[in-house]
Antibody, heavy 113, light 112 residues
Framework: EVQLVESGGSLVQPGGSLKLSCVAS????????MDWVRQTPGKSLEWIGE????????NYAPSIKDRFTISRDNAKSTLYLQMSNVKSDDTAIYYC??????WGQGTLVTVSS | DVVLTQTPPTLSATIGQSVSISCRSS???????????LHWLLQRPGQSPQLLIY???RLESGVPNRFSGSGSGTDFTLKISGVEAEDLGVYYC?????????FGSGTKLEIK
């Protein structure tokens, strides 16, 4: 069974940093591109970015480019989202997903002083 | 960025009723490789989104066949033929043809 489990969400101050993780199981992680998507409270979904199978290529949404970094460790079947210089608008539930077919349960990031 | 406009924003249906949701794109979603990367997701209350339809009309494994997708270019439709109670939630279209990927604003399906 395919499972994606996110962790690392917490309360962080504006301007701070946070690293989210997504542990994958039930499939060969290194064979798939992976994405991060977020959902702000009561609002729609927003694509953050994606990473290719070996981690050599990433694409990002313009709204977060240069502040967030996606990486992966195929040996650990883990996807990461490094968030820096966070803003109040980054408050959201963050989901990892595999080509929209499989999603984690999400992890909540709250940016507030 | 490609803007996906979903209508209606809210839909109220009785059990057994057939309903349709429209998703219109600000640009053609036909990729140069011949595929159209338009997909439909359902987010039930308190849950993560799930994939219903991919590449316009292909039913994701395990999804009931009362769900169907159609369309081309800039106009797409999700149809539910005979709504069931478990279908309540918010439906999103999402495009992957043009970077960055973008989502529609959602259509909330309520059961009368």
């Amino acid at each position: 069974e395919v499972q994606l489990v996110e962790s690392g969400g917490s309360l962080v101050q504006p301007g701070g940093s946070l690293k989210l993780s997504c542990v994958a199981s039930g499939f060969t992680f290194s064979n798939y591109w992976m994405d991060w998507v977020r959902q702000t409270p009561g609002k729609s979904l927003e694509w953050i970015g994606e990473i290719n199978t070996d981690g050599s290529k990433t694409n990002y949404a313009p709204s977060i480019k240069d502040r967030f970094t996606i990486s992966r460790d195929n040996a650990k079947s883990t996807l990461y989202l490094q968030m820096s210089n966070v803003k109040s608008d980054d408050t959201a539930i963050y989901y990892c997903n595999r080509l929209f077919a499989y999603w984690g349960q999400g992890t909540l990031v709250t940016v507030s002083s | 960025d490609v803007v996906l406009t979903q209508t209606p924003p809210t839909l109220s249906a009785t059990i057994g009723q057939s309903v349709s949701i429209s998703c219109r794109s600000s640009q053609s979603l036909l990729h140069s490789n011949g595929n159209t990367y338009l997909h439909w997701l359902l987010q039930r209350p308190g849950q993560s989104p799930q994939l219903l339809i991919y590449l316009v009309s292909r039913l994701e494994s395990g999804v009931p066949n009362r769900f169907s997708g159609s369309g081309s270019g800039t106009d797409f439709t999700l149809k539910i033929s005979g709504v069931e109670a478990e279908d309540l939630g918010v439906y999103y279209c999402v495009q992957g043809t043009h970077a960055p990927l973008t989502f529609g604003s959602g259509t909330k399906l309520e059961i009368k």
